[in-house]
């Protein structure tokens, strides 16, 4: 059974607020058991959603998470009047209703190498699931044209955040369950944890902090667009080698036939000796 007092004290809520927005507790309470006797199930659920995903070749790592249960207290109190306004004054969290309301209870989180290898990624989750809601998180100044040609809802983050949000609906059991699949490159992953860390820790970050955290962000940023770069010029190279490649055979193949020529009995001299010039003007 979870303290309330304790519970309270942790997330710094206060008695008044639970009063003030009608938040019964015993409510919460029978939320909090309801989802601790789920957890295992989602657990199993999130993997089998991380499995599929890790089958794409364009997917570098996934990761799984199942919101936990004190969390989720947190987020219905700080909810409540949100959807108070949704859907009026009467609303009130419940066993039966949070499911469908807080939509991160799943979370798989998608890591890939290269910026571009995201629409891949994206084609494969809109095949293999239905997609109620995409996301595209972006740094101001980002360029957003990709995501605006296939009609995903962009939002600017001034803290520099970045990663593409979607909310899935599968049925691994006759029970709807809704997911929340991010996906990101490995450079927005590894700003997205210190930023993530620092935000938690921290009640208020300092300027210096926060300046030193917007640098990180473009250099973040700069590091994706020098791979992007690395990736197209390796691309080229490869490129470059299949061409010399097919070159040389042809290159061989002449002289093979200029070898023939050579040493044909049957045909003039003249026409050996403009065969031969014709090859070599090629070879050149």
Known sequence: ?????????????????????????????????????????????????ANILRAHKKVHSVKTRVKDEEHLLEKVIRKTPDRRKKYGEDFNFTVSN??????????????????EDWEEIHDFISLMWSVNEIVANVREGDNTKQFEELGIEVCSRISGYRSVHYLIESYPTTQRVISEIQVRTIFEEGYGEIDHQLRYSLSEIPELLEQ?????????????????????????????????????????????????????????????LELIRDIDEILR
């Open 98 to 115: 949070y499911k469908q309301e807080i939509t991160d209870l799943l979370g798989i989180r998608v890591i890939h190498i290269f910026k």
């Open 212 to 272: 030193n955290l917007m640098l990180l962000n473009r250099i973040a940023g700069s590091s994706d667009e020098m791979a992007s770069l690395i990736n197209m010029l390796s691309k080229s190279f490869d490129e470059m080698d299949i061409r010399k490649c097919r070159l040389d055979i042809k290159k061989e193949k002449m002289l093979a036939l200029k070898k023939k020529i050579e040493i044909n009995k049957e045909m003039s001299d003249i026409k050996k």
């Open 1 to 49: 059974m979870i303290n309330k007092t304790d519970f309270l004290n942790s997330y710094n809520i206060s008695e008044d607020f639970l009063i003030e927005n009608s938040i019964n507790w015993n409510n919460l309470v029978d939320i909090y058991e309801d989802f601790k006797n789920y957890r295992k199930s989602y657990e199993t659920q999130a993997e089998l959603i």
